[in-house]
Structure formats: C-alpha cells, structure tokens
C-alpha cells in the first residue's frame, strides 16, 4: 500500500505562486507515475498534471502548462507542483496520486491511479 499526503495549499492572490508537496509512505514512489488533479464544487475532478516514474515524461492540462511545473524526487519519495501566474480559476482541492501504468493516455485518467491523498485546497483571490 501507498500512502499520500499533500501540503502547500492556501489562500493566493492572482498572479502569485504556491508549491505544493506530495509525500509518499508505505512503499518506494519510484516505481510509480504520479499525477496532479484538481476538484473545484460542483465540477467535475480535472486531471492536472502527470510526471513518470523516472521523471522523463511529463503531461500537463492546456490550462496550466507553462505556469505549473511537476518533477518528483524518488530519494525523498516526494512529488511536488510549483503553481505562478495562479488564476482565480485555479481554485480547487488538489490532490496527488500514484498509479502503475506507463501509457501517456493514462496519465489524465483517474481510475488509472491506484493510490490518492486528501486533498489540500488552493484558493486564489481575484
């Protein structure tokens, strides 16, 4: 089994930055890809951003790419998301997760992930 635990979440204004943290226990990360979703009420969970196992793909939703950078550190079994130019829209519960699969067409797919954390809110203020 694997646990996740995200941090880093908070109140931002637009245009600001906010890094969020995934911390894995139970089993090594390193065998897993990893990914980002968002939930913001009432709307549907909305894939983010996807790293693999090794760091060497990388996937990301049109609406962030170019603002939000993912990269993982498998000796600290972390996974983290570096948010700048954070827009009002950018507001959701973020959660992280790990699956094993290494198509990049499963990447935006939660029922892919085998493993999820909490949540932990972003909230950017306009």
């Known amino acids: 089994q694997v646990q996740l635990v995200e941090s880093g979440g908070g109140l931002v204004q637009a245009g600001g930055s906010l890094a969020l943290s995934c911390a894995a226990s139970?089993?090594?990360?390193?065998?897993?890809?990893t990914g980002w979703f968002r939930q913001a009420p009432g709307k549907e969970r909305e894939f983010v951003v996807g790293i693999s196992w090794s760091g060497d793909r990388i996937y990301y939703t049109d609406s962030v790419k170019g603002r939000f950078t993912i990269s993982r550190d498998n000796a600290k079994n972390t996974v983290y998301l570096q948010m700048n130019s954070l827009k009002s829209e950018d507001t959701a519960v973020y959660y992280c997760?790990?699956?094993?699969?290494?198509?990049?067409?499963?990447?935006?797919?939660?029922?892919?992930?085998?493993?999820w954390g909490q949540g932990t809110q972003v909230t950017v203020s306009s």
């Open positions: 139970g089993r090594t990360l390193s065998s897993y890809a």
């Open positions: 997760a790990a699956g094993r699969f290494y198509s990049g067409s499963y990447y935006s797919d939660p029922k892919k992930y085998d493993y």
